[in-house]
């Protein structure tokens, strides 16, 4: 059964940075283009950040500059490093496959980021 877990998120002021992983298990992670996602209150999720199997990156408009996602694929893991975070980058943030791509898993609990003054 495929795990997504989903760490690293806190409370931060605008112009501030976090790193969030995700630890992927039950999957052969390495052949997957993986992505990062978000769901702020009252909104669709969205796609922000996605990665292909050997590295390739693509960003939304809205975080593109800011956020840059990278793939550790020995420890199966993904990570999303925000920088110079906005008040509308408060959200929930999930990570898993490309839906563009393929059938995406189940979905993990997801690690919320708030940024506020």
């Known amino acids: 059964q495929v795990q997504l877990v989903e760490s690293g998120g806190g409370s931060v002021q605008p112009g501030g940075s976090l790193r969030l992983s995700c630890a992927a298990s039950g999957m052969i992670f390495r052949i997957y283009s993986m992505a990062w996602y978000r769901q702020a209150p009252g909104k669709q999720r969205e796609l922000v950040a996605r990665i292909t199997n050997d590295g390739i990156t693509n960003y939304a408009d809205s975080v593109k500059g800011r956020f840059t996602i990278s793939r550790d694929n020995a420890k199966s893991t993904v990570y999303l490093q925000m920088n110079s975070l906005q008040v509308e980058d408060t959200a929930v943030y999930y990570c898993?496959?490309?839906?563009?791509?393929?059938?995406?898993?189940?979905w993990g609990q997801g690690t919320t980021v708030t940024v506020s003054s």
């Open positions: 898993n496959r490309d839906r563009n791509l393929g059938p995406v898993y189940d």
